[in-house]
């Protein structure tokens, strides 16, 4: 059976809520953050989990070269339009994270906006750690952008309402699960008078964990961050950014 991000009835149906434009306009300054926390003499870049290139195309925009991995040609499509429209050139790749394998091809790796951590086997995520190491340069970093542990479980709630600009409504309704290893939602979003329901989740890891991992795969200097700014990781952070160099 099919993983629940490989289906893109899940992304054409959700997508617009996950992808405001909003998000795409945070895009330019997060990824100057990226650039200025890893510290790479960047030329070519590959964006794990790319979406609707949010990050890819600025990155590209910025005049790096940028490979962008996705699972889902929906978005993958939706990428290059965008692309198009902006007059950039990406190397947009429909893969899985876990099989794409390119060595020593890449100054830095970014995994954004916790695009890291969807499979059902945690060990899953190691795999896709050691291709990132595979994939890097010495020298190279790889940044990933995850909610942390600590703060979902301090701060998850039964229910979650969102009202949107143009009168769509999100119910999230999330539990963590596996002994606090995995958070769980499941989501109704009414429009008009459609409601449609969807689930997913994603494995969650604490600052410790995900550097543990980081050490066995083969990753030397490491750093946690509580955001692209810069700042202390803490209990209250709401994201836990890692970044790893490659020896």
């Known amino acids: 059976m099919a993983e629940w991000f490989d289906n ?8 617009d809520c996950m992808f405001r434009e909003e ?18 003499e960047t030329h070519t870049v590959l ?74 086997n945690p060990e899953d995520d190691v795999q896709v750690l050691r291709r990132c190491h595979s994939a890097l340069r010495p020298g190279g970093a790889l940044l990933l952008d995850v909610v942390g542990k600590e703060y979902v479980v301090r701060n998850i709630e039964p229910v979650h309402l969102t009202e949107y600009d143009d009168g769509d409504i999100l ?33 969650l890891y604490s600052g410790q964990e995900l550097v543990d991992r980081l050490r066995a795969v083969g990753f030397g200097e490491l750093a946690l961050y509580g955001s692209l700014q810069g700042a202390e990781y803490e209990l209250d952070s709401e994201r836990l950014i890692v970044v790893a160099w490659k020896d």
Do not use: K
Request: proline residues 2%; negative net charge.
């Open 23 to 40: 998000r795409f306009r945070e895009a330019q300054a997060e990824i100057e953050s990226v650039l200025a926390l890893t510290g790479v």
């Open 47 to 120: 964006d794990l989990g790319c979406g609707p290139g949010r990050h890819a195309i600025p990155l590209a925009a910025r005049g790096l070269q940028v490979t962008a991995v996705d699972l889902s040609s929906l978005l993958l499509e939706r990428a290059g339009q965008r692309a198009s429209v902006a007059g950039v050139t990406v190397e947009w790749v429909r893969a899985d994270m876990r099989e794409f394998n390119r060595e020593a091809a890449f100054d830095l790796v970014i995994s954004m906006w916790t695009s890291f951590g969807y499979f059902d």
């Open 171 to 203: 119910i999230e309704r999330p539990v963590l699960e596996a002994g606090m290893t995995r958070y769980s939602n499941e989501w109704l979003l009414i429009r008009g008078q459609r409601v449609e329901r969807g689930n997913w989740h994603h494995n």
């Open 8 to 15: 893109d009835d899940f992304w054409r149906i959700f997508g």
